[in-house]
């Protein structure tokens, strides 16, 4: 029974905390911009993140070493440095947009100007990171981020015509108002929404982080499998919940209050309560993993003692680290940038970076030194993992230059 | 000892290696100047024909109006009781600050032509007018008068028809 439970809370933990700024922002935008056109770019991105996330989930089950930990050992220090560099730069930006969420998410109840808020937040972040235990920071906020239910709760008082909606989303096309080039740079912020480097990062140092071994690899398939998909059902619940109400009206997303306005609208103040206090946990949640995600990753890189687990005397590298990377963040933030923007560019950059990212992740789950002979990839999942790797260098390439004809998507 | 001439003496290795690194700091060093211009928030081009200029109009008015629309659905919100104060309060601002700054950039770019002109005086007007409407709402807000702020928002109505009108005029 407490096995089931164990289970339970950790798929519940997986479902809350699978949104975060990105998604929250990408997936609103979109559904108002593109109705439900741009569904189909969630289901393939969180089959990616599946994929992806349950290899890098059994590699540090196994070897209890997580995936960053063995990019350089396996693929040499070039390419260790290049994978470093480009995550470090994208996870500050993530960083950045979420810490601005979470200052965002407080203003809606305080009336007092985010960039107010930052410097407290980034402290908040900063002091949950150094004092909260690893899995109830994880529990907390997970659990917490369930409250992004309320989206789908909005969708069912809004009371859409349901075939219509399952078939606008199963018959995508690029709306008369938007050219394939817009059409195609949004699809590729929501893949980078849900493929987030950082999540795979903190996937895996999170299970040498909760002490994972060979027993775990079950649960590790559980969460991954049925979390991150019903994690991705509210993601597609933003969107619809933006389609309907916002769409109609000609309103696009460019704050993050106007996400919480169809809920608002048609769930009331119970619902915007609820909707505020799951973008707070979403965000934070969010700025949390970030932050030791830049923590993992250079003291992983560096060979330097790291993680939560480890006393702060003993990881003092680790943790000066994530206390200059949140500093960084909020002073970046602290500058005016507009946070929806910053959650735009880091989510389409992370799709530029995300061969990095990926591919060894493929190549170490393959090799029978990290895993065992019995527990490499099988010929079905290499299939699908190398389609998604072809899929992830085309999107890498034309990320850019999209960036650039479409002006940033306007 | 390597001497100068010698392939991999540290002289000719030492250009070598720096030129892929020099491109990729030139290459990061854009992507960087690109993102800090992207995520400013008011970033305008010039408009160097009509055509240019006609398609910053479009965009503005699009702007503004999802601008006054979201005002309209908050005053509707906020009239029947469903968001309170401080979300209604922050979010006017916002739309508010959305609509000043739009204007703002639309005005700051030089009309190519006598054309331009006309479109200029006519979106401006109609900027004008929302921003105005939507000022009224927030005063209105902030009052603490939120159950009557469907009655303060109803001349964004007028705006928003104005605006879509005006978005059909240059489609054609």
Redesign the interface.
Known sequence: MKKVLGVALGVLTAIGGFVDMGDLVANAETGARFDMNLAWVVIVGVIGIVVYAEMSGRVAALCGRPVFDLVRERLGPRFGMANLLASFFINM?TLTAEIAGVALSL?????VNYLFLIPFVAFLVWLVCWRMSFVMMERIFGLLGLCLVVFAVTVWKIGPDWNQLFSDAAHPHVPHSETVFTYAYFGIALFGAAMTPYEVFFFSSGAVEDGWTRKDLGENKINVLIGFPLGAALSLAIMASTHL??AP????V??L??V??PV??A???L??AVV?IGIFAATFGAALETSLSAGYVVAQYLGWPWGKHSAPRTASRFHVVVMMSIIAAALFGLT???PV??TE?SIV?SAAALPLTYFPILVIANDPRYVGPEHTNGRFLNAVASVYLVILVLVAIAT?PL?IITK?G? | MPSATHPRSRGIGHVERRRPRRAAALATLT?VA???A????HSVGPARTYDDYERKSR?SA??A??AV??V???A??ST????????T???LS??ED?LAATEGDFASIQPPDHRSDDLRATLLELLGAASDHIAAVRIEARRGNLGSLADAAVPLAADSAAL?QFLVSIER
């Open positions: 930006l203003s809606l109840v305080s009336s109400l916002l009206r000609h309103i696009s460019d704050q209050s106007q919480a306005l608002a609208s769930v009331g103040r619902g915007l505020i005016g940038v507009d923007k910053v560019y950059l850019i960036m940033g306007s | 992507i690109m993102l800090a992207g995520c400013s928030e965009t699009e702007v109006l999802s629309e979201t309209r659905l908050l509707e919100t029947d009781g469903n968001a309170w104060g401080a979300y309060s922050v979010s916002e739309q959305t879509q």
